[in-house]
């Protein structure tokens, strides 16, 4: 069943979410029909869960939000991630807890994971003793291969080993993948479930990302595995987990909602993650999500109207979520309405020594790379991916222009180039980051801003097919979950005129696009440049793959690299989009 078919809720349905919602206890979870609940003899297991970490071992990271955390605490770095985990630990049982996450957890990272392919971040959260992740769609960024050497360990086939006489060992921990279907049919990529015997009962985890990752990654990496419908998925495996006995099932799913309060509140968290989990089989007790990098603690209905717990731990290991999952140890089953879940924040107090000697050991070999100067801004220029992706932003159009200037020439003679705000990872502003003089711009800044390895490609389009790419800006949460809006970043010289108020497919006004001043031609050819991951149809912008005479080009970061470096004291770019 597609994405579509499944996605509607019922007037039923959508009532009980609507309760959920506005349910005056949203961290406190009722038993399924049928389960004790009078005095049986109790385990609690602590379930310790985060999403979204994307390598971020150092601690500099900005607060949450003002409305996520209203105190704007200093929170998130391994080191002190580390120490909150043991601190919570400590409070548990001798042999109740579990660590587990929700994906993204390397992907997308900053320059101390990101330059060595995220073995930094693997390393540092096997020492922080994580038992079992999902896969999200981060996982992915450099396809399949490589997502299984950073299971299984084994050097980089093309850097090599970072440190010979220790070759990169692999993940401890489990990534659970059992959405993710080989097209050979012969199984899952990575295992779909585990079970975890906690005091003598079990836990079973189903680990899946969302469905739409095909098209939030290079589709050229994921070209031999097919993303199967999350709520399908999770029913058949907590199927056969109840086959093995398992009756307490907890799916850990890279997929969210958006919340408008605290990082312990539930306020309109609505779709996609409301309408997964009031389909999801009762027989799963909790949902640990993530991917839209929130916080927040629900009581959402199952599909009989029970309430169970729906959680999320915003991102880069700036909060924690404690679950207290609370099992009649005689039947196996969870009691719900003696569960509880609260998300904690990870403040910098005392470092942990092992993450500390972690960072510090890569940092040896990174700095060296990351404190050259490269270039200086006179401004801040800002709008990266933490912050509205549904915008044209000034550091979008400082990379398209980038992009065009290292494919305008001879190699791919690009008269316009296209680039998604949401694959700008950080902005780069006066003010030091790092150790550089104020203005300056260092290597490591770059790289921060444009992590991901894409190459450069010029291709022809039209301009009806340029106006096809600009329209599937926007589309159905049924194509792209959490966020149907995502915008692109256009290249000096090119603009139009986006109207938000008409319907899908008709919101770049008429006869306004323009390049130089002159009207684009439905009917002529253009030479447009942009990431392989769009081209390939990443994103869910397919119009760019009508694009013909194709030429590859330089690495997304050698142009940034290189566009700095010719242009001193650069300036946020003007906008290039009008709206009505």
């Not at 990271?61 to 929170?75: C, E, F, I, V």
């Not at 991917?291 to 959680?311: E, F, I, K, W």
Request: hydrophobic content about 40%; some cysteine.
């Amino acid at each position: 069943m597609t994405r579509s078919s499944t996605r509607v809720l019922g007037a039923g349905a959508a009532a009980l979410v609507a309760a959920a919602l506005v349910s005056a206890t949203p961290a406190v979870a009722k038993d399924k029909p049928g389960k004790p609940g009078g005095n049986p003899n109790l385990t609690t297991v602590q379930l310790l869960s985060f999403n979204d970490f994307h390598g971020h071992l150092e601690a500099t990271d900005k607060p949450l939000s003002a409305t996520q955390d209203p105190s704007q605490a200093a929170t998130g770095g391994s080191e002190y991630l580390a120490t909150k985990l043991a601190e919570l630990r400590g409070t548990a049982a001798a042999g109740s807890s579990l660590t587990v996450a929700a994906g993204d957890l390397i992907g997308g990272s900053p320059f101390l994971s990101g330059l060595f392919h995220d073995e930094p971040a693997v390393e540092s959260l096997n020492a922080m003793r994580l038992d079992v992740s999902s896969v999200g769609n981060h996982e992915f960024d450099e396809g399949t291969t490589e997502l299984l050497r950073m299971q299984d360990g084994g050097c980089h086939p093309a850097d090599g080993c970072y440190f010979p006489d220790k070759p990169y060992a692999g993940a401890d921990f489990q990534w659970l993948a059992a959405n993710v279907v080989k097209k050979d049919g012969s199984g899952t990529l990575l295992p779909g479930t585990s079970v975890k015997t906690v005091n003598g009962v079990k836990v079973g985890f189903i680990g899946m990302t969302l469905e739409a990752t095909p098209t939030l990654v290079s589709p050229g990496g994921v070209a031999t595995v097919d993303f199967k419908d999350e709520v399908e998925t999770a029913n058949l495996k907590a199927a056969e987990l109840k086959k093995q006995g398992v009756k307490s099932i907890v799916v850990l799913l890279h997929e969210g909602g958006y919340n408008a309060t605290t990082i312990n509140g539930c306020e309109g968290v609505s779709q996609p993650i409301a309408d997964i989990a009031a389909r999801i089989t009762p027989d799963v007790d909790q949902l640990i999500t993530g991917h839209t990098h929130q916080g927040y603690v629900c009581s959402m209905p199952d599909p009989a109207g029970n309430p169970r717990l729906v959680t999320s731990a915003a991102q880069y290991g700036q909060a924690v979520t404690e679950t207290k999952l609370v099992i009649n140890s005689k039947s196996g089953e969870v009691m719900r309405d003696r569960s509880t879940a609260v998300n904690h924040l990870v403040p910098r107090t005392a470092p942990d020594a092992t993450q500390t000697a972690i960072i510090s050991k890569w940092k040896s070999l990174s700095d060296v790379v990351g404190n050259r100067v490269i270039g200086s801004v006179s401004e801040d220029i800002t709008g990266d991916s933490s912050g509205n992706r549904g915008i044209e932003t000034p550091m979008a159009d400082l990379v398209a222009d980038s992009i065009l200037e290292a494919t305008d020439g001879a190699d791919g003679g690009a008269q316009i180039a296209f680039m998604n705000v949401g694959g700008v990872r950080a902005s780069l502003r006066v003010a030091p980051k790092y150790t550089e003089a104020p203005n300056d711009v260092v290597y490591k800044e770059a790289y921060d801003a444009m992590p991901f390895g894409n190459r450069l490609v010029s291709i022809d389009m039209t301009g009806a097919d340029i106006k096809e790419a600009l329209e599937q800006q926007y589309q159905p949460i049924a194509s792209r979950g959490s966020r149907p809006m995502l915008a692109l970043g256009v290249s000096k010289g090119f603009t139009y005129t986006w109207d938000a108020t008409q319907p899908q497919g008709s919101r770049v006004v008429a006869g306004s696009m323009k390049l130089d001043g002159v009207a684009l031609d439905m009917g002529a050819t253009y030479r447009v440049a942009t990431l392989n991951f769009l081209q390939e149809g990443g994103d869910a912008f397919t119009a760019f793959t009508k694009g013909t005479n194709l030429l590859g080009g330089a690495e997304d970061l050698s142009a940034l690299v290189e566009y700095l470096g010719a242009h001193l004291m650069v300036a946020a770019p003007e906008d290039r989009v009008a709206g009505l």
